[in-house]
C-alpha cells in the first residue's frame, strides 16, 4: 500500500477510536479525519443499563473521550454530527452531510476505515414503530428511555433474553419498576447451553421478573397501555417496551460502495481488517469474523474484539504485520446475585457443525470451602475427543466466573488440553481458590476421561438407560430431597459391603450431587468386575438438564 498521509475514519465507540488513537501514536503528521454521524464519538455503550439502573450515577461517566479531548490529546480532526452518506472508491473521496452546518462536501483520503457498528434489530411486525416502544444501543435512547420513565410508567416488557435484555431487565427492577422479559427461545442467554442458563431463569424470576420462555411478539397494540401480544395469543399489558433482540451490522455503505460482504451483511476482511478494496478496511460489530475455534465466519458483536480490530487495522494502514487472531466469543453478563460466562464454542454449535466433542461438568466453589463465604460455580468444559484441545467453557455462579472463564478462555487461545489444564499453576489462598481450582480439576476430570478410568452417561441419556441399576451413592438424609426416578440408595459410605445387593450381570449407573462421590463409586465398582459408569455432574446437573426441557 503507498504512504498514506491522510486517514479518514467513520464511526467511532469502540472500533473507531481505538483505531484513530493507535494512527496516531504510529504516525505523528498524518492527517486523521474521524467522522462520527451521532453527537458522541466516544461513549461506553456497554455502561448504559447500568447508567439506568442507577449504579453509574453521573452520565457524564459514559463519554470516554469528546472531539476536544481527541484533539487535544492526540490531534484528531473529530466531526460529529457528520454523516458519511457514499463512497468514491476510484476517486477515493467520501461524500459527507454536515448535520449542524446543513452542507455536504467531499473529502478525500488515502485510506479509510470503516467503523459503523451495528443497529439494534426491529422486525416489521405491527407496533414496533410506536414511541413508547425503545431500544438502548445508545446515548440518545437512554435518553430518551429516561425520559419516557416518567411516574406513571409502573411495569416495562423487555423483548430478548440476551446481554442487553437481561442487564435492562436488572436495572428496571432496581429503579423498582414491574417488569416482564420475553424470550422466544426456551432459554436466556443463548451463548449457554440449556441447562446452563436454568440457574438464570430462575434468579430472574426470584427477583420479581416475569419470565415468558418459547413465546414471541406478534404485534404492540396501542392504548391508555401498550398491548404487547404474543405468538401464544396472550397480551401482557405494558407501559414501555424496550426491544433488545440483537443487532445486525450497519453495512449499508459498505454495500454501497460494492465491498463484499457475508454472512449477515456482516462487512469481510481479512485478517488485516482489509476489505475487498485494498485501501479500504472495516472493524468492529459491522465485520464478519473467523470464528477461533472452528475457522467459521460469524458475527460477534463484542467491544473487547472491536477495540483489537480498530488497532490492528491501524496498524495495517501504516505497514505493520499484524493479524487478527479471529473471535471466540468471550463474554460474561450479571444477572443479579449471579454472573455467566463463556467462550468458545458450545455444545449447540458443536452440534450443529458436526464437530465431535466431550463434555464434563463440575460443580466446585470459588474458593476454599472451609474458608468463609463459599459459593458454588457450576462449569460445562467441552474439548476434542481425541487431542483434548478445548473447545468452549462455559460459567455460572455468584463469584469467581468470570476468573474461571478468562483461564478458559487463554487456554481455548493457545491451543491447549486437558492436560495443560490439569497441570495449570494458579494462585491459591483460601479467600481466594482453592489449591486444586476448579479449572485444575475440569483439567484431571478430562484426563481421566481420555484415559478410560472416567465413565460418564450423560443426563439426556437417563430417561433411555434401558436395564441397569441406577444407584445414588448420597447419604440417607441427602436423598430425601429427591432422587432420579427408578434409582435406589446406597450410600458410598457401605458400598463397599453392597456387593451382594447389586446384579453382576446388569450395567451399574451410579450418581452423587455434583460428580465427585460417583466417580469413587464407578471407580470401587468397576474395579470390582462390575460394569459401570457414573453420572455426568450428578444430581445437580440432572436436575438443571430436566428443568431446561420443562
Known sequence: MAEVNKLIIVGGVAGGASAAARARRLNDSAEIIVFERGAYVSFANC?????????????????????????????????????????????????????????????????????????????????????????????????????????????????????????????????????????????????????????????????????????????????????????????????????????????????????ETGIGGGIRVDEQQRTSDPAIFAVGDAVEVRHAVDGRPVLLPLAGPANRQGRLAADAVFGRSSRYRGSQGSAVCRVFALTAASTGLNEKNLLAAGVPYRKLYLHGNDHAAYFPGATPVSLKLLFEPESGRVLGAQAVGEKG??????????????????DDLAEMELCYAPPFGSAKDPVNLLGMAGQNLQQGLLRLVQPEQVATLGDVQLIDVREPEEVAGGMIPGARNLPLSSLRDGDALLDRERPVVVYCMVGLRGYIAQRQLQQRGFDARSLNGGYKTWQMWMQSRH
Open 47 to 259: 455502561g448504559l443499563p447500568y447508567h439506568l439502573g442507577g449504579e453509574i450515577e453521573q452520565r457524564a461517566s459514559l463519554l470516554l473521550h469528546t472531539p476536544e479531548s481527541l484533539s487535544a490529546r492526540f490531534g484528531l480532526d473529530v466531526r460529529v454530527d457528520c454523516e458519511v452518506l457514499s463512497i468514491d472508491r476510484a476517486a477515493r473521496t467520501v461524500r459527507v452531510l454536515d448535520r449542524r452546518r446543513g452542507l455536504r462536501y467531499d473529502e478525500s483520503y488515502d485510506a479509510l476505515i470503516l467503523s459503523p457498528g451495528a443497529e439494534p434489530l426491529r422486525p416489521p411486525l405491527p407496533g414496533l414503530d410506536l414511541e413508547r416502544v425503545m431500544t438502548l444501543r445508545s446515548l440518545q435512547d437512554l435518553d430518551r428511555l429516561l425520559m419516557a420513565l416518567t411516574p406513571d410508567v409502573r411495569h416495562v416488557t423487555v423483548v430478548g433474553g440476551g446481554f442487553i435484555g437481561l442487564e435492562t431487565v436488572e436495572a428496571l427492577r432496581r429503579r423498582g419498576l414491574a417488569a416482564c422479559l420475553v424470550e422466544r427461545n426456551d432459554q436466556v442467554l443463548m451463548p449457554l447451553d440449556a441447562e446452563m442458563a436454568v440457574p438464570l431463569a430462575l434468579q430472574l424470576r426470584q427477583n420479581g421478573v416475569e419470565l415468558v420462555l418459547g413465546d414471541s411478539v406478534s404485534r404492540v397494540e396501542e392504548g391508555p397501555r401498550l398491548g404487547v401480544r404474543l405468538e401464544s395469543g396472550r397480551c401482557v399489558e405494558t407501559d414501555l417496551v424496550i426491544l433488545a433482540i440483537g443487532v445486525k451490522p450497519e453495512s449499508r455503505l459498505a454495500q454501497a460502495a460494492g465491498l
Open 401 to 418: 466466573v468470570d476468573k474461571r472463564i478468562d483461564v478458559l478462555a487463554v487456554a481455548l487461545q493457545a491451543g491447549m488440553t486437558v
